[in-house]
């Protein structure tokens, strides 16, 4: 475990260091790639996280989402578990857990079992492993909901030769960077 903190010290000091204008610039990029992926366009409902402290910026993909009419959803934490809710404004986020955006609870929560997810994570490998940011709250939901589809989002200082593993995580399909695109061989 020791090694995922080293690693995630590592890629939020990198995080930092990249100005607002790289991070919003390069996450264009990132959204236009998503955005060209069968797994994109074949998806009528998106699940996306809402960016926080120099993310991936999912705001460009909900919008881009909208305009090509999916429904998106975003979650919200109770506890150790996520539930999403659907958003069709960013009116509807507030400041939730660790002051990442979340919905406000009086939303509509969803169920969808056929959908494309857009997933955080702090570092990724080539071969599409992921390590989070240690909650296990993406592991647990995707346990439950194995048919969605897994696409994460990262810069391409958070792909890393290797990440370490755990039996319990699920890694994405697909990783998306602004320069590349990771596809899981398994």
């Known amino acids: 475990m020791e090694e995922k903190k080293e690693i995630r010290k590592k890629i939020f000091k990198a995080r930092k260091e990249h100005t607002d204008a790289w991070i919003r610039e390069n996450s264009l990029r ?27 910026i ?48 009086d939303g509509e929560t969803v169920s969808w079992e056929e959908a494309m997810m857009v997933m955080p994570g702090v570092a990724f490998d080539v071969n599409c492993n992921r390590v989070g940011y240690g909650g296990g709250f993406y592991d647990r939901f995707l346990e439950k909901h194995p048919e969605v589809c897994r696409v994460a989002v990262g810069f391409s200082f958070q792909i890393l030769p290797e990440v370490p593993t755990e039996p319990t995580d699920i890694r994405p399909q697909v990783i998306v960077t602004e320069e590349n695109i990771y596809r899981d061989a398994q």
Request: hydrophobic content about 35%; charged content about 30%.
């Open 30 to 56: 990132i959204t236009e790639a998503l955005t060209q992926l069968p797994e994109y366009r074949n998806a009528e409902r998106i699940m996306a996280y809402a960016d926080y402290n120099h993310e991936v």
């Open 58 to 105: 999912t705001r460009y993909i909900i919008e881009q989402a909208w305009k090509d009419s999916k429904e998106v959803a975003v979650p919200k934490v109770f506890g150790k578990d996520m539930v999403f809710y659907r958003l069709t404004d960013f009116s509807q986020l507030e400041s939730g857990y660790f002051g990442i955006p979340e919905p406000k609870e």
